[in-house]
């Protein structure tokens, strides 16, 4: 088993990374045996397909490494490292821009999503990002690729590309990509928006109101909580009458991840009460689970140096490890070295 995944550092961690993703790598981490390994890393070269900031890019890159420790990546377990630090994922994008379709690449709902009205004034990059995300994983034989629901259609891309590069270019009996599955956690894969619960909770968002960020301080997160959107209605006792409630669904949710328990659960101790009850309870249950990791986070950002030793030292695992596949890829397709 070998588990890949990555994530943009665009902004702070926020409280659907951790829940949809990041505490599942942890989990991941944790139970890898003999042989297997995990690798984690910051998909900065994705960050640069929408207008952006150098020197913001570099402050979260770094940010956000030290948020995935705070979290409990551990850099002696898993190999944590920034995509730039790798060269092979452009390279390999690049033999793979070769296998990918244009019509593949024009059904992808996040180009349609990000570049909006203004389709033709959107970057290259937006366009070609779901094979770079391809490279990612086809460079490390991933196995298994935990992510959101909203990631799965590009994992849905990168298998179709590593199935059509081994029809086209290797023998059946020696493929040069493993086909990976994506993988969601069974419980708040999607982690929706505080202020309109029909969209994702996303660092891209304008209002701040909208997410939970793993740095916010105590109070913020309180705040945040209390004037979450809701309706006047109670806690329905049983899950269906959460339907048409998305913002009411969405705390159960958020709810029934931090204790891993099902919404159905959480339904059983709130069915019939309100909003002025639920929200407190919520609102200290995520204080509780934030405190330890800003915590961290905040001690590990003030030693640079340490931080920049485990990307170096990351950077250099995942360049030895990625070295045996990408060569099979310029050989396969017939290029002198
Ligand atoms: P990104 O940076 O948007 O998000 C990182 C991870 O967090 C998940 N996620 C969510 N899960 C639940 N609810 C939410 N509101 C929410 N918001 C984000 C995402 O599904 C993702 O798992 N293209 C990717 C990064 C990437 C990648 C890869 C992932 C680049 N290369 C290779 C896996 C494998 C992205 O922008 O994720």
Known sequence: ???????????????????????????????????????????????????????????????????????????????????????????????????????????????????????EGASAALFTYPVLQAADVLLYQATHVPVGEDQKQHLELARDIAQKFNNDFASEDAPVFTLPDPISPPKAARIMNLRDGTKKMSKSDPSEMSRIELADSPDEVMKKIKKAKTDPEPLPSEEKGLEDRPEALNLVTIYAALTDASVEDVLKDFGGEGFGKFKPALGELLVETLRPISERFTALLDDREALDAILARGASQAREIGRPTLEAAYTALGLIR
Request: hydrophobic share 45%; with cysteine; glycine share 8%.
């Open 1 to 119: 088993m070998r588990v890949v995944s990555g994530i943009q550092p665009t902004g702070n961690l926020h409280l659907g990374n951790y829940l949809g993703a990041i505490r599942n790598w942890v989990r991941m981490q944790d139970e890898m045996g003999e042989g297997e390994q995990c690798l984690f890393f910051l998909a900065d070269l994705h960050a640069i397909s929408m207008p952006h900031d150098p020197a913001e890019l570099r402050r979260a890159t770094l940010e956000m490494a030290a948020a995935l420790v705070a979290c409990g990546i551990d850099p002696s377990r898993s190999v944590l490292f920034n995509q730039a630090q790798v060269p092979a994922h452009a390279e390999l994008q690049w033999l793979l821009n070769g296998t990918a379709r244009m019509g593949w690449l024009n059904r992808m709902t996040q180009f349609k999503d990000k570049s909006g009205k203004n389709r």
